[in-house]
């Protein structure tokens, strides 16, 4: 394992780009999009991309891109991922899958410029600008301004909670650039497996055939502000009790489904005023229903706002739904599953089909040209988490995959002649 | 009502008073400790006491004093509330009793001037800096450093959620003095009720007797951070799911006494990452009993305990107790209410004896120094609330009522000689 000198080159960078944001006294990072520690790996990774001769290239939502131009005029492969992550999170999310793009580009840059005759298409690396989503709404913003599916000028003007927009944000650390027209015809990305079938099954490779249907909320609970102390029970409205229940409400929701059937989460909950001695009037909350299946999504929407209507009875607040958004299950090109396994066939990987839960940039971008999406294992399944690890070995047989990922879509592969 | 000269003075100032932090389109106020709005108010409250020949001086935690000295060398008998808001709050809550305290001594200070004779003491009038404790924990900081609770450094060294510390807030608007040594006798406040009592029985004056008794939580719920749609239900150490069952879990405590024998709240509840797409690994929350009956309590504290107890197996996670603080039922000098009693009976005003659920800096007071508790009747109950409100009438008959009481403090009452 890590004998060859690209498994060595490999290891060295990713040790290297490991410590941007490292939270001190962890294995993980804290790089949230646009902060100084995603600035210092930007500016890092563009030296390493200038390096191995690819020109750098920022567009207009600080998506940053390494270009190879092997044939001139002709389109691109792209490949690559995100380099931010969410506060207090793994190393390896988002991150492994820019280092192992770019590793296979590096590999095959050297290759094709002594045989150019073996691509048809050039070459392209990307880091997305702000896949998390954590500091700045929505998640995967860069993938979606590329491919049309969010303004431009919306994705610009968003905040983060201290009033910061996205263009002032990437503007101070001078990321915001003015490249656009890429001609991409096919896309490919890997990541770590963010649950552990793969690991209990034994599998090295997976093929990403679609992702979960979902059904995100954002809901307001309103109540009236009061004296928690001295206000009677039957005077209050508390905002933050019926917020409570929701939560609760949409853990027991599972209980109503065969086991892993359907997810459910709350992941942010803001309270106002959020003062020791008043009744809250009013909270925002964020839940998701996530399943394989629209139809226990459906279900599930039903049963959610049953528990809506109860909670406002019960505890005399308002909940409003402020913003919703949902998705069936989503295929990834039969095409390209194919192709991955073929490639770990031929590398002697054991691979199997997976689905993702989480979304991912590859997510935007199936939709605009055949892509490829690949998983390696993450020990235990810990993702969104310091102590996010994957094995050395994993992350090398995932380079070497990719590599011929790429190859093969260089060469051709997937792209249907007009 | 409202005709006297003495009358209209007050309502002329509180109608200024009203101003300050004035959120606009709403009747209440913003007006937390320490901020612009707080320093504007206390620069035109220092103003008028000057122009009515107080002696203003700021103590090391920024309380404010008003001092008229009568007869030299003689201990003061002193009086007021706080000028602090919680965030969007009424315009009555404490500011009424600072105001009414200083027409009070207004009023006592020109016929004090011709009959210095009358008084036995001097007299002085408070603003209690933080009395809300929503800016900077703990509540009531300012009578708590001036009655030694708590120690003046600890007090200037706490911060707010954007790091600023109290010394550097109070620094910053010009408000930290080096007044120390006042001798108090004794002590008078007045302030709206935060409950509907007085109201529904036709109450002008209420007579605060005792405080009920409580056990107040801090709470730390720790999970453990991960892909909130990715981690499979057996996964998850969630946080935030943990917290919401302890606020739903502290509402359903009342359902196992008497209707309005236990209140519970949670007014505080904060997340980390609070993250869309990442389970919790944190949330501190404040969770709040309170009685008149100390065995209430202590059946409650048991219940809860439970609660915590069977939360902990069932999703997972760990609960600390980060700190908590308790009081039994707590009386006022009884001489004191039957002082307040007469003076209500001499100026033919209804009056009853009512406890106090929420604490004020005269609960801090009594236990130096006989101190006096009155109450005004607030529509509805309404507290910490924009909408709070109390009809000028018992604005203007609390004034007339706090003038007799402090007269009376200043003649000597309440006092035992050595």
Same mark, same amino acid.
Request: glycine share 8%; proline share 3%.
């Given at each position: 394992?890590?004998?060859?000198?690209?498994?060595?080159?490999?290891?060295?960078?990713?040790?290297?780009?490991?410590?941007?944001?490292?939270?001190?006294?962890?294995?993980?990072?804290?790089?949230?999009?646009?902060?100084?520690?995603?600035?210092?790996?930007?500016?890092?990774?563009?030296?390493?991309?200038?390096?191995?001769?690819?020109?750098?290239?920022?567009?207009?939502?600080?998506?940053?891109?390494?270009?190879?131009?092997?044939?001139?005029?002709?389109?691109?492969?792209?490949?690559?991922?995100?380099?931010?992550?969410?506060?207090?999170?793994?190393?390896?999310?988002?991150?492994?899958?820019?280092?192992?793009?770019?590793?296979?580009?590096?590999?095959?840059?050297?290759?094709?410029?002594?045989?150019?005759?073996?691509?048809?298409?050039?070459?392209?690396?990307?880091?997305?600008?702000?896949?998390?989503?954590?500091?700045?709404?929505?998640?995967?913003?860069?993938?979606?301004?590329?491919? !049309?599916?969010? @303004? *431009? $000028?919306?994705?610009?003007?968003?905040?983060?909670? %201290?009033?910061?927009? =996205?263009?002032? +944000?990437?503007?101070?650390?001078?990321?915001?650039?003015?490249?656009?027209?890429?001609?991409?015809?096919?896309?490919?990305?890997?990541?770590?497996?963010?649950?552990?079938?793969?690991?209990?099954?034994?599998?090295?490779?997976?093929?990403?055939?679609?992702?979960?249907?979902?059904?995100?909320?954002?809901?307001?609970?309103?109540?009236?502000?009061?004296?928690? !102390?001295?206000? @009677? *029970? $039957?005077?209050?409205?508390?905002?933050?009790?019926? %917020?409570?229940?929701? =939560?609760?409400? +949409?853990?027991?929701?599972?209980?109503?489904?065969?086991?892993?059937?359907?997810?459910?989460?709350?992941?942010?909950?803001?309270?106002?005023?959020?003062?020791?001695?008043?009744?809250?009037?009013?909270?925002?909350?964020?839940?998701?229903?996530?399943?394989?299946?629209?139809?226990?999504?459906?279900?599930?929407?039903?049963?959610?706002?049953?528990?809506?209507?109860?909670?406002? @009875?019960?505890?005399?607040?308002?909940?409003?739904?402020?913003?919703?958004?949902?998705?069936?299950?989503?295929?990834?090109?039969?095409?390209?599953?194919?192709?991955?396994?073929?490639?770990?066939?031929?590398?002697?990987?054991?691979?199997?089909?997976?689905?993702?839960?989480?979304?991912?940039?590859?997510?935007?971008?199936?939709?605009?040209?055949?892509?490829?999406?690949?998983?390696?294992?993450?020990?235990?399944?810990?993702?969104?988490?310091?102590?996010?690890?994957?094995?050395?070995?994993?992350?090398?047989?995932?380079?070497?995959?990719?590599?011929?990922?790429?190859?093969?879509?260089?060469?051709?592969?997937?792209?249907?002649?007009?």
């Amino acid at each position: 394992m890590g004998t060859t000198e690209h498994d060595q080159a490999f290891l060295a960078d990713w040790s290297i780009h490991s410590q941007f944001g490292a939270v001190s006294g962890t294995n993980g990072v804290d790089r949230q999009a646009a902060t100084v520690a995603d600035a210092e790996q930007r500016r890092w990774f563009a030296e390493q991309l200038e390096a191995h001769g690819f020109s750098v290239r920022r567009d207009a939502i600080g998506n940053l891109f390494g270009l190879l131009e092997i044939h001139p005029g002709e389109p691109y492969v792209l490949t690559g991922s995100h380099m931010d992550s969410q506060p207090t999170a793994g190393r390896f999310d988002g991150a492994y899958g820019v280092m192992a793009s770019a590793h296979a580009c590096f590999r095959l840059a050297r290759e094709l410029r002594e045989h150019p005759e073996r691509a048809k298409f050039n070459l392209a690396v990307v880091d997305w600008f702000n896949e998390e989503g954590s500091r700045f709404k929505p998640s995967m913003m860069g993938s979606s301004v590329f491919t !049309g599916k969010l @303004a *431009l $000028e919306e994705a610009l003007a968003t905040r983060d909670r %201290a009033g910061v927009t =996205v263009s002032e +944000a990437l503007g101070a650390i001078d990321e915001l650039g003015d490249f656009t027209g890429l001609d991409v015809v096919s896309y490919a990305e890997i990541h770590v497996q963010q649950a552990r079938s793969m690991e209990e099954e034994g599998v090295t490779i997976g093929l990403v055939s679609a992702t979960w249907a979902a059904h995100k909320f954002e809901f307001r609970v309103l109540g009236e502000q009061s004296h928690s !102390g001295a206000t @009677a *029970l $039957e005077d209050r409205k508390d905002a933050l009790l019926g %917020a409570a229940r929701l =939560v609760v409400a +949409a853990r027991e929701l599972l209980d109503e489904f065969a086991p892993g059937d359907l997810h459910t989460a709350c992941g942010e909950f803001n309270v106002y005023p959020n003062s020791p001695v008043v009744v809250a009037s009013e909270v925002s909350l964020l839940i998701d229903l996530r399943s394989p299946s629209a139809e226990v999504i459906a279900r599930a929407y039903e049963l959610l706002m049953q528990a809506v209507e109860r909670i406002c @009875a019960q505890d005399r607040v308002r909940i409003e739904i402020v913003s919703e958004h949902s998705w069936d299950q989503n295929p990834y090109q039969e095409s390209g599953v194919k192709l991955a396994e073929s490639v770990a066939d031929e590398l002697d990987l054991t691979s199997a089909r997976v689905l993702t839960v989480a979304g991912h940039d590859s997510t935007n971008m199936k939709d605009q040209v055949p892509s490829v999406m690949l998983f390696v294992p993450s020990v235990n399944g810990v993702s969104h988490n310091l102590d996010e690890f994957t094995r050395d070995e994993d992350l090398l047989h995932g380079v070497d995959v990719m590599t011929e990922v790429v190859r093969r879509l260089a060469a051709g592969a997937l792209v249907v002649e007009a």
